[in-house]
């Protein structure tokens, strides 16, 4: 490694685990290392699920600590970016007034309703050009007026996760503007927050904080991190925040500015989209349920949160629950040797958002709606994956309704793009071609809007190269198969249930 390298990190923090990842650049290609991991989830609390941000930041404090033993004032930069929709809410001393919610929680029950009792869909939906999901931050504000409206009272600011995590490393309060895009309460053109909507809620704005752009530098590290790091020559550089942001950031195409082209950055969730200057607003969009949010450069991701492999992840943990321990591989052969498209489930039912037993849910789903049950363990997995397929493919000609394009390609990123079965089922269902990878999009979205903050790259197409030099990907060709058209059929009706 040559030693005028420079260190770039990178804090990733998703609902499962967290990392600080060390991007090491040499002026054209860029080496990730993972310097620290940690688990991360909810907490219950009383009847409430919550997250325990104290854990997140002593575990990110030991992140630095070890960077800072590797590489010490070769770190030019730290960025974080995490998840969406969740905040922390803290006072004039600087002190977090109660442990924040978890998205999953059921306290924003009834808010969406009560919210549009206030304000029709469609002016919110134009003000904010948001996918409905009953966990925005708009509808949790809603919630905690109705149960602790001291608190709002009491709250000096709101802090979405990375703009906590960046105000605990330097002190500036501030709201990137990628993951203050997912509230549903920034214009998506105006791209500032959309007080006319808060105030005919009734919702003050006392607490809002200046939103900042990509790329923003805010400052060095408290002098006392700093040392107790050993990252003494360390800025603070917000990435895109969101962490689908950063992901989408890390996507290798070689055609920025086209609408040709769609990704899947593929988890916990699916967030399946496409990138484009502005935003679309339109009666259809919203009868489409689609979501403007922010990406770098003032760019908008209009896309479509989907499930994603939750409803995977949440049958392992019954599976394991019962005895039957599953590695992802192991599980992938077991829907990979399962009857083909057997019986479907709607992903984004609010049944799977968080049931007590995801296989129970599964099978309840496709008995009330006449199909033959998933039974066995690889029958599950496999209904979880081709169901995603489908919903994959209902969204790509959502998207080339509302562009006008036609996708060729689609580019998945993220953990999910290890998933070669249901790669393969995204190019049969879609009947386009995939390109998987990178794995570490979101880490190299961050990372690299660091290296040009810092002057080293001069746009995205840049970082996008330097994305494709530094990484493979893998080819995914659609087979002809016409079971997917009639699965295809099966799914919309499906869709109406939930």
């Known amino acids: 490694m040559a030693m005028e390298s420079k260190v770039y990190l990178a804090v990733d923090v998703g609902a499962e685990s967290g990392r600080v990842m060390a991007g090491i650049w040499d002026g054209r290609r860029i080496e990730l290392r993972e310097i620290y991991r940690f688990p991360n989830g909810p907490m219950t609390l009383g009847h409430t699920l919550r997250w325990d941000v104290a854990r997140l930041w002593l575990e990110i404090q030991k992140g630095l600590a070890l960077a800072g033993k590797q590489f010490g004032a070769r770190v030019v930069s730290v960025g974080v970016d995490t998840w969406g929709v969740d905040f922390v809410w803290l006072n004039c001393a600087g002190e977090i007034l109660e442990p924040p919610f978890h998205y999953r929680d059921s306290y924003t029950e009834g808010m969406t309703a009560k919210a549009l009792q206030r304000v029709s869909k469609e002016e919110l939906y134009a003000l904010t050009g948001l996918q409905f999901m009953p966990f925005n931050t708009l509808f949790q504000l809603l919630a905690w007026q109705a149960r602790s409206p001291e608190v709002l009272a009491e709250a000096d600011c709101l802090l979405f996760m990375p703009d906590f995590l960046h105000w605990s490393l330097c002190?500036?309060?501030?709201?990137?503007?990628?993951?203050?895009?997912?509230?549903?309460?920034?214009?998506?053109?105006?791209?500032?927050w959309a007080v006319s909507l808060l105030e005919k809620l009734g919702l003050p704005i006392h607490f809002l904080p200046k939103i900042v752009a990509p790329g923003t530098d805010l400052g060095k590290l408290h002098?006392?991190?700093?040392?107790?790091?050993?990252?003494?020559?360390?800025?603070v550089v917000v990435p895109p925040s969101h962490d689908t942001a950063s992901a989408v950031a890390g996507v290798p195409t070689a055609r920025t500015g086209s609408a040709k082209w769609a990704y899947i950055s593929s988890g916990t969730w699916s967030l399946m989209g496409v990138e484009l200057k502005k935003p679309v607003l339109s009666p259809r969009a919203l009868e489409l349920n689609l979501?403007?949010?922010?990406?770098?450069?003032?760019?908008?991701?209009?896309?479509?949160?989907?499930m994603g492999l939750w409803l995977v992840q949440q049958c392992r943990r019954s599976?394991?629950?019962?005895?039957r321990e599953y590695n992802y591989a192991e599980?992938?052969?077991?829907?990979?040797?399962?009857?083909?498209?057997?019986?479907?489930?709607?992903?984004?039912?609010?049944?799977?958002?968080?049931?007590?037993?995801?296989?129970?849910?599964?099978?309840?789903?496709?008995?009330e709606t006449g199909q033959a049950l998933p039974q066995s363990d690889g029958q599950l997995v496999r209904c979880a994956r081709e169901s995603l397929a489908l919903m994959y493919r209902e969204t790509c000609g959502a998207l080339e309704e509302l562009t006008g394009e036609k996708i060729d390609i689609i580019h998945i990123v993220g953990g999910g793009s290890n998933d070669q079965l249901l790669n393969q089922m995204t190019a049969d269902a879609c009947q386009r071609t995939v390109l998987a990878g990178p794995?570490?999009?979101?880490?190299?979205?961050?990372?690299?809007?660091?290296?040009?903050?810092?002057?080293?790259?001069?746009?995205?197409?840049?970082?996008?190269?330097?994305?494709?030099?530094?990484?493979?990907?893998?080819?995914?060709?659609?087979?002809?198969?016409?079971?997917?058209?009639?699965?295809?059929?099966l799914f919309a009706e499906l869709r109406q249930r939930d």
């Open 319 to 323: 599976f394991a629950a019962a005895g």
């Open 331 to 367: 599980l992938g052969k077991l829907a990979a040797n399962a009857p083909a498209l057997r019986s479907l489930v709607n992903p984004n039912a609010s049944r799977f958002l968080n049931p007590p037993d995801m296989p129970d849910a599964m099978q309840k789903f496709c008995n």
């Open 223 to 235: 002098p006392a991190l700093a040392k107790k790091t050993g990252l003494t020559h360390a800025r």
């Open 171 to 192: 002190g500036v309060k501030c709201a990137e503007f990628t993951i203050a895009s997912t509230s549903q309460f920034v214009h998506p053109a105006h791209q500032g």
């Open 439 to 489: 794995v570490e999009a979101t880490a190299l979205g961050n990372l690299l809007t660091q290296v040009r903050a810092s002057g080293e790259l001069a746009s995205l197409d840049e970082m996008r190269d330097v994305i494709r030099t530094s990484t493979e990907q893998i080819s995914f060709q659609p087979k002809s198969v016409s079971a997917w058209d009639d699965a295809a059929e």
């Open 291 to 306: 979501t403007n949010e922010g990406g770098i450069d003032g760019t908008c991701r209009l896309l479509k949160t989907i």
